[in-house]
């Protein structure tokens, strides 16, 4: 027997499909990768604001957390298939180049007690360095991404994914 769809059934299905196509929207790779450079720049804000060097140790762990994982997730996921997309052979590697050294900088800070003037410096210039690469992913790699024929909401969902893996692993060496 044919299955019949009523009123409230359809009503039913309609919700389920639209709250489908919420959480799909928020599964978007651009989106996420957003939504980590906000958060990344609201810490160094915070830290700018930061006064107890316990405040500053614990802002600046968070931030080493949250830009590890972040740069993993990106190189492991979005600049391979970005750059296979693309055809790029300037932004991804540019892209590469600087969260090596957004990697050093990390390796300078993590781990470290706030000592002054030095310490201070570093994490201000990590944020500017962070600032500016932040400014070319979201003002010319994203958009030639959304552009592309990449599967953005399918990625957003495996970059999600192995950013969790990625953060327990984290959690547990610390």
Not at 19 to 43: C, E, F, G, N, P
Not at 149 to 164: F, H, I, T
Request: charged content about 35%.
């Amino acid at each position: 027997m044919p299955s019949q769809t009523t009123p409230r059934t359809a009503s039913t299905a309609a919700r389920k499909t639209t709250a489908r196509r919420a959480a799909t929207k928020t599964q978007d790779a651009i989106a996420l990768l957003r939504a980590d450079h906000k958060k990344v720049s609201d810490l160094f804000e915070q830290f700018d604001k930061a006064r107890s060097p316990a405040r500053k140790r614990d802002i600046v762990a968070q931030i080493c957390l949250e830009l590890t994982v972040h740069a993993q997730i990106e190189e492991e996921i979005l600049y391979p298939e970005v750059q296979a997309a693309l055809k790029d052979k300037e932004l991804v590697p540019e892209a590469r180049v600087e969260h090596q050294s957004i990697k050093d900088l990390i390796a300078a800070v993590q781990d470290v007690e706030p000592d002054g003037e030095d310490y201070d410096a570093k994490v201000t210039v990590m944020g500017e360095w962070v600032k500016h690469h932040v400014k070319e992913e979201q003002n010319e790699m994203f958009p030639k991404a959304k552009q592309s024929r990449l599967d953005l909401v399918e990625m957003g969902e495996r970059l999600r994914q192995r950013k969790e893996e990625l953060m327990a692993e984290q959690q547990q060496r610390h």
